[in-house]
């Protein structure tokens, strides 16, 4: 079975520049969760979607924004970047059972300059 | 709110030695689970076990081996004769069992960087 996959895997940006970051799950798997991974802050928690709706959100401001399609694949979109942006973005999904266990893609790296 | 905490920050070993890396984790939950994730420089997060709040069986999976305590809100990893390979930042999380449209979310600890050296 194909694991989760993130595309692009590297992205350089400028400020007030938008981005969008692809997710698929793993096949079957419903849920994607998107997380956000700096030296300062570490792994933070960005928002959940499962079934084409958002189930769970992270403290992050409005510019982040996500969506998933109907084929469980998810979007993540940030909006006039900004340098604290710089992160590695990270992609999860399981099956949406708030007990099962997140698998991880290869994460996308994102440089705003 | 839920909290992890790793304070190792950095391990440095020698091959074949055993390690300890350690979690402690607070919650208000009585349902929560456990998880360790390996990260090796490529960056993914690579899953290694779960544990579930109502088991505190100690696991074992060839060199690695986990210690679940309740009473210490403890969750501590060995990994036995050390290897290169085991080289890696390891992350422990937590997850609170909130109910099929709660969803849920992992609240990660800082990571410990492990370095096991030749």
């Known amino acids: 079975k194909a694991g989760v996959t993130q595309t692009p895997r590297y992205l350089i940006k400028t400020r007030g520049q938008q981005v969008t970051l692809s997710c698929s799950p793993i096949s079957g798997h419903r849920s994607v969760s998107w997380y956000q991974q700096t030296p300062g802050q570490g792994l933070q928690f960005l928002f959940e979607y499962f079934s084409e709706t958002q189930r769970n959100k992270g403290n992050f401001p409005g510019r982040f924004s996500g969506r998933q399609f109907s084929n469980s694949r998810s979007e993540m979109n940030v909006s006039t970047l900004e340098l604290g942006d710089s992160a590695l973005y990270l992609c999860a999904s399981s099956t949406g059972q708030c007990t099962d266990t997140q698998y991880f893609g290869p994460g996308t790296r994102l440089t705003v300059l | 709110a839920q909290k992890v905490t790793q304070a190792q920050t950095e391990i440095s070993v020698v091959e074949k030695e055993d390690v300890t890396l350690d979690c402690v984790y607070e919650?208000?939950?009585?349902?929560?689970?456990l998880f360790w994730y390996k990260q090796p420089p490529s960056g993914e997060l690579v899953f290694l076990i779960r544990?579930?709040?109502?088991?505190?069986q100690n696991e074992i999976s060839g060199r690695y081996s986990w210690n679940f305590q309740k009473s210490t809100s403890s969750f501590n990893f060995t990994i036995t004769a050390s290897q290169v390979v085991d080289s890696a930042v390891y992350f422990c999380?937590?997850?609170?069992?909130?109910?099929?449209?709660?969803?849920?979310?992992?609240?990660f600890g800082e990571g410990t960087q492990l370095t096991v050296n030749p």
């Open positions: 919650t208000r939950d009585t349902t929560y689970y």
């Open positions: 544990r579930n709040s109502f088991d505190e």
């Open positions: 999380a937590l997850s609170e069992a909130r109910g099929v449209t709660s969803g849920s979310r992992l609240t």
